[in-house]
Structures are given as structure tokens and as C-alpha cells.
């Protein structure tokens, strides 16, 4: 049965930093483009970021752009996420999602789902 686990969450300052990892398993995910989303406390989920399934082409919610970097190792079949100069508003549950085709990433309309991973950030 595949699965998608996601780790590296935690609490942290403001201006730290984070590494989110999501370890994939039961299938291979080479050939599935990826992303991460978060859900902040009252709020609906939203997207974060979206690889395609080479790596070759990423793209990132504005509120993230220029701090946050999605990576996917397909050898290892782990998707990550650096996030840097962390803020407050970052605080949500990050979640990790595959599909086959990148538009369905992209709505979020994904096939698979990791459980999620927790970041607090503090001020």
C-alpha cells in the first residue's frame, strides 16, 4: 500500500529555519509530480509548493517564494522542503501529496496524502 510520511516538523523562532522530509513507500513516486500544503488553525489548506516529477520544474505560492525550496531525491523516494527565514503566519500542519499528473498538484486534487507534520513558529 503506498504511503507518504512527512517528518522534520517542530517548533522554531522567527528566522529559523526548518528541513520537512516526506519518505514515500509502497510504490515508486519517480514518475509522480509532488508538492507540499499547509492548513494553518481555522483556516482552509493551501498550497505551498509543487516539483514535477524530474525535478526539473518547481513553482511556490507567493508567500513563500525566495525562502522555501522543494527538492526530491527520486533514488531515495523522498520529497523535501527547506524552509528558511521562517514568520509566524508559517505556523500550520505541512502536508505532502503525489500525483501522476502536475495540473491535479497544482488544485490539490491529489492521490495520494501524507498524515502531515506539525510547525510552530514562535516570535
Known amino acids: 500500500q503506498a504511503q507518504l510520511v512527512e517528518s522534520g516538523g517542530g517548533l522554531v523562532q522567527a528566522g529559523g529555519s526548518l528541513r520537512l522530509s516526506c519518505a514515500a513507500s509502497g510504490r515508486t513516486f519517480s514518475s509522480y509530480a509532488m508538492g507540499w500544503f499547509r492548513q494553518a488553525p481555522g483556516k482552509e489548506r493551501e498550497f505551498v509548493a509543487v516539483?514535477?516529477?524530474?525535478?526539473?520544474?518547481?513553482d511556490y505560492a507567493e508567500s513563500v517564494k525566495g525562502r522555501f525550496t522543494i527538492s526530491r531525491d527520486n533514488a531515495k523516494n523522498t520529497l523535501y522542503l527547506q524552509m528558511n527565514s521562517l514568520k509566524p503566519e508559517d505556523t500550520a500542519v505541512y502536508y505532502c501529496a503525489a500525483d501522476p499528473l502536475l495540473r491535479r498538484v497544482f488544485r490539490m486534487a491529489c492521490a495520494y496524502w501524507g498524515q502531515g507534520t506539525q510547525v510552530a513558529v514562535s516570535s
Open positions: 516539483i514535477s516529477a524530474s525535478g526539473d520544474n518547481t
